[in-house]
């Protein structure tokens, strides 16, 4: 069963979930890969305010293709979320709730998101363009010069995501590997 859950993320509205929880989101989700990563962390190192306020906010690791005609985005599958591992901790410090990519996470990740009460949700890599269908208006609003990974506001629906990693820390990753392991050995 699918759980339904609408942006803004805040900590009442995440805190059930569970690694390996199917849910449909629904909501703004902004867009920023390494490229805008690094000009945000930059912005803060230099005391200033980022372009968006990123409290309770979700932030996808995409990098989508340019839209065809009556389109409003292009293809739009996440980006291997390793590439955010040295930036994601300090953003989590600031209250970003939820990151969206593919991959494992490092421990300073999985530890940043046990403190801040945050969550790492999963997209299926290799189904961009079915992606690109839940995401229903986009707009670029930082770092245009960086084409396809400028940050974008999008509004989605029902976009399909797996909770890969809760607010307590359960890896869906690990917990299934100890899956795997223990009925292989039966």
């Known amino acids: 069963m699918d759980i339904m859950i609408n942006t803004p993320l805040t900590y009442e509205k995440i805190k059930k ?5 199917r849910i449909l989101l629904s909501g703004t989700i902004y867009s ?17 305010e980022l ?17 065809k005609e009556g389109q409003v985005i292009g ?31 490092n421990e ?11 969550i790492y949700l999963g997209a299926i890599g290799g189904a961009a363009a079915l992606i690109s269908k839940r995401i229903v208006a986009s707009e670029i609003i930082a770092y245009e010069d960086l084409g396809a990974e400028a940050i974008r506001k999008m509004e989605v629906k029902d976009m399909p995501l797996i909770v890969i990693i809760d607010t307590e820390g359960n ?6 590997q100890e899956e795997y392991l223990r009925t292989a050995k039966n």
């Open 171 to 176: 890896n869906l990753y690990k917990l299934g």
């Open 51 to 67: 372009p968006i306020n990123i409290k309770d906010e979700a932030i996808y690791y995409v990098g989508p293709t340019p839209a």
């Open 17 to 21: 979930l569970k690694a390996g929880d």
């Open 75 to 105: 293809s739009a599958g996440p980006t291997t979320s390793y590439r955010m591992d040295d930036y994601s901790p300090r953003l989590l410090d600031l209250g970003l709730k939820a990151m969206i990519g593919k991959g494992a996470r």
């Open 32 to 48: 920023a890969r390494d490229a805008a990563h690094k000009r945000l962390i930059g912005l803060l190192d230099e005391g200033k």
């Open 108 to 118: 300073e990740v999985l530890n940043s998101i046990i403190k801040n009460k945050a």
